[in-house]
């Protein structure tokens, strides 16, 4: 009797077995629930660079099933917290880089009778997205007139008008092995000075750079590029044709020389979209450039690492001659010595550097405008500059100058020398 006590009814058990089988039922549903959930959440967390969140429990079976309580929807906060939110990632797009800087700069112009002070800022930000391994999109929002293609400063003034923003570069870049192609209007890819090429200037068109190690350190470039400058529908358009071969030769643990050849052969059928800024310097004939512009360009550099690694020693040459030119003021030089780097909080870097420029040895609309003169004229540079924080630099430029030519000097007096001071504070991210 006392077993037939203890032994249950049929009808108990039975009522028993099928609450477990609903609550396993139920459980299994749960799991694959959170099992789903985890999944989705581990496909986001590797987009953002994190690591998965730990898998969940494993499945529960029939033997263990009455010991465990229903389950209830305390889980799900519990699984939210593996995803931080406070993460500096959390919004990061994969393949999206996005950087810029900005620069405020006080200036200061002596010259007889007609001293100058001026502030001016620029501000660019720029945007690269990778596409996949082979692709890229690029582009650049800057500062300053959209119709100036060597200048993205704004001077403050103009009873506090707002300024000028444009779309400065916007491209595709192709990139497999030791090729990079760019079609659009695209960073400068040939080496340069500012004395051939202002550091503003983004060409447009197509260009390509083909990079070939030949051991011992040495390497080869090899650059080219189709620049579309001015598109008419009734003249022959505007353009250049440009290359460059430049080759790097280690001579020594610490000494580097870099010898660049480059030729840039400007077709000039259209000038109607040119402005009074794009023909500045040149000499004019019936409202057109009186010399063709056939430039051969050679740079020579020698690197030394100094003494320390934050003082490198380097030198640079640079000759340029226009074989188009009408004129004898057909060839500019420039030779700079400096000493220093800017890459690091503490560095310090001082250049000096000294250059002639004849009257049509340059395209003058793509070159620098880091003074009022941009052809004709003699030049002394000195440059100092410092990294006092991560991506904080200043810059203080001091250059003196003359017309080269008294007979392309216009309104300036040839024998006077001019002076320009920049003090300039630059932040970058």
């Known amino acids: ?149 060597n200048s993205t400063d704004v001077t403050l003034g103009n009873f506090v008008d707002d300024f000028q923003v444009s779309l400065d570069q916007a491209w595709i870049r192709y990139h497999s092995g030791g090729l990079t192609a760019y079609a659009g209007k695209f960073p400068q890819v040939f080496q340069r000075t500012d004395m051939l090429w202002d550091g503003d200037v983004s060409p447009q068109g197509v260009a390509a750079v083909y990079s070939a190690p030949l051991g011992g350190g040495a390497k080869l470039d090899a650059r080219g590029i ?75 550099t020698l690197g030394w690492t100094g003494p320390s690694e934050r003082w490198p020693v380097t030198f640079t040459a640079v000759y340029v001659r226009n074989l188009g030119a009408a004129v004898p003021g057909d060839t500019a030089f420039n030779l700079e010595l400096a000493a220093g780097r800017t890459a690091k909080p503490g560095d310090w870097r001082i250049a000096y550097n000294f250059s002639e420029v004849e009257v049509d040895a340059v395209l003058a609309a793509f070159s620098h405008d880091n003074i009022d003169l941009s052809t004709n004229y003699r030049l002394h540079g000195l440059g100092l500059a410092y990294v006092p924080a991560p991506n904080l630099q200043l810059d203080l430029l001091w250059y003196h100058y003359r017309p080269l030519d008294a007979a392309y000097a216009g309104a300036l007096a040839p024998s006077d020398w001019l002076d320009r001071i920049r003090l300039a504070f630059l932040v970058s991210f």
């Open 226 to 300: 189709w620049f579309v400058i001015d598109e008419a529908a009734v003249a022959r358009d505007s353009d250049m044709l440009g290359g460059q071969l430049a080759l790097s030769v280690p001579l020594g643990s610490a000494v580097k020389a870099g010898l660049t050849g480059s030729y840039y052969h400007y077709r000039l059928g259209s000038v109607a979209g040119a402005e009074a800024g794009d023909f500045r310097g040149n000499l004019l004939a019936g409202g057109r450039y009186l010399s063709d512009f056939h430039l051969i360009e050679g740079i020579g």
């Open 1 to 149: 009797m006392a077993v037939a006590l203890l032994a249950p009814p049929a009808w108990a058990q039975e009522d028993r077995l099928a609450r477990l089988e609903q609550q396993l039922a139920a459980q299994q549903e749960r799991i694959a629930q959170l099992e789903a959930m985890v999944a989705r959440q581990a496909e986001m967390m590797q987009g953002q660079g994190h690591a998965p969140p730990v898998a969940p429990p494993t499945p529960v079976t029939p033997a263990n099933t009455a010991a465990l309580p229903a389950p209830t929807t305390s889980a799900s906060p519990q699984l939210a917290v593996a995803t931080p939110a406070a993460s500096p990632d959390a919004f990061r797009i994969p393949g999206l880089d996005v950087s810029g800087d900005m620069r405020v700069r006080q200036e200061w112009n002596f010259v007889d009778g007609r001293d100058r002070a001026r502030t001016a800022v620029r501000a660019r930000v720029r945007a690269t997205y990778a596409v996949n391994d082979r692709f890229a999109l690029g582009t650049q929002i800057a500062t300053g007139d959209p119709d100036d293609p």
